[in-house]
């Protein structure tokens, strides 16, 4: 019991920042060994390098893409094994949740999901984890095998290249009448913008947009910001459900989040308490998101957003 | 046809929520309820359920006696009948202990359908659909935002980030609810007082036959080992903008953190 595997999020071998830093966070334990799955998996070889994996295992089997997280489980399970890993560690997601969820029944291992912080040796792990809407902070220590989720912007991705050895795994299906069989798929169009969990710096707009996102959109790209959306901008179906900040979307932690027109209800706070930094504009000085503002504007996101994107681009130029 | 709608108890989010000495989550000093995400899994059954013939929906829940507000909450949106197992060797069980509690008791209610929330509200991790899939070796349809029965084949729709999805699968299986799967209904008064006289069963682990020394703050694989409240922010600056004259400062403000 003396590795430590790291499951890289990718697309088509573009390894995404959270995974680089999941990298980073596994080396205290020693050289990782690293499992990209799906098409395009050994292009992720040059960044596992880069961040310190000796080794890359890829699955690149079309199994992967039929059904619903069991497959990856299969995979996973399956290479953690042959490794003989003693911690599973994951950049947090959804998804990445259900694959650390099922992996951990499989493994018989301790499950943490969401740490901030992650620390101890093989076998006898540390993690923080930030609850309860990120009013409090929680410590734990893990007896075993682990399977635990880090959560982005939580450690600075920092490289240490070698050259990560590539072996394609061999994977045994449990295939059968339990798969969720995935008999649609429609891609989603790009934005172009970073990805909103991942991002190191969150525009979000809320009830006070009026259902124009230009604004929030148009800062965001002055910034190389991703854009979120409040549960009332979703569901006055103002903007999508995926970019949704809060409980029931996404988590977010960036350097820097931006609450626009947002009153911040203990389901918004859920989502981005833990934010570095936080600046706020709200026609409404009573809005109890101006608690966590580290920067608090009372105004008009209409008139100020524009302003700040044009000071924005000046700097910049 | 069964189907089981999983119901938790959670302290109220818009409460104070603390820690019990022993760090595990303090459900006596805090008020509670059953957790909003879930009265989307119970509504979906329902609605499966009023759809069909001979449909028959058991609230299953695990937890202290408080825990029964979740199921009566449950019941008198209009499920059948209620299943909670209350056990005191079951405190300060970790989610793997709790899924194997809850996979024990669905297996004894042989249901075809399993449907749950999302995640809970209060330890969030959004895990137990899937561990129940695993444990039960039935499909697991995770995240749906719509959910439909036709004949022994359930299917939803899901919104990944990279794709919207279409899934199927075989009952029996583990459906997960999200928020958007449709607003839950409010308990009629006509289903308040029929709830009084709907069953609930209580069991505990030896009904479940399982072995006590699975479960619990003892057996747990992972334990907490401290608990801080994070201190309140410090209050920042406010600034009341004329006509975009805040954007300096805004400026000045991303300028020191870096931001640009």
Redesign the interface.
Known sequence: MSTVLVVLDHLDGAVTKPSLETLTAARQYGAPVAVALGAGAEGAAAAAGEYGAARLVTVTDAELDQSLVAPRVDAVAQIAAEVDAALVLLPAGITAAEVAGRLAVRLDAALITDAVAIGGSLGAVTTSQSVFAGNWTTESEVTGTAVVTLKANSVPAEPDPVTAEVTAATISYAGGSALARITASEAKRETGRPDLGGARIVVSGGRGTDGNFAEVEALADALGAAVGASRAAVDAGWYPHAYQVGQTGKTVSPQLYVAAGISGAIQHRAGMQTSKEVLVVNTDPEAPIFALADLGVVGDLHTVLPAVTEQVKQINR | MKIVALVKYVPD??GD?E?AED?TVDREGSDGLLSE?DEYAVEQSLQIAEAGDDVEVVALTVGPDDAYDAIKRALQMGADSGVHVNDERIHGS???AT?AVLAAAIRRLAPDLVVCG??S???????????L???L???????A?ELSLEGTTV?ISR????????????LP?VVSV???SGEARYPSMKGILAAKKKPVDELTLDDLDLDPASVGLGAA??????????P??Q??????????S??????D???A?K??
Do not use: N, Y
């Open positions: 989010a818009t929520r820690f760090f995400l970790d989610v793997l899924s999302m995640a509200t209060d330890g969030s991790m959004g895990v137990m659909p899937a561990m899939a695993e444990r070796g039935w499909a697991g349809l995770t995240q935002r299917r919104d990944d980030d990279t794709a919207s999805l279409v899934v199927e699968a075989d299986a999200t928020d958007q694989r992972s334990r907490v080992t401290a608990a801080t409240e994070r309140a922010k209050a920042g600056t406010v600034v009341t903008d004329e006509d975009g805040s954007a300096a400062v805004i400026a403000f991303l300028t953190g931001h640009l």
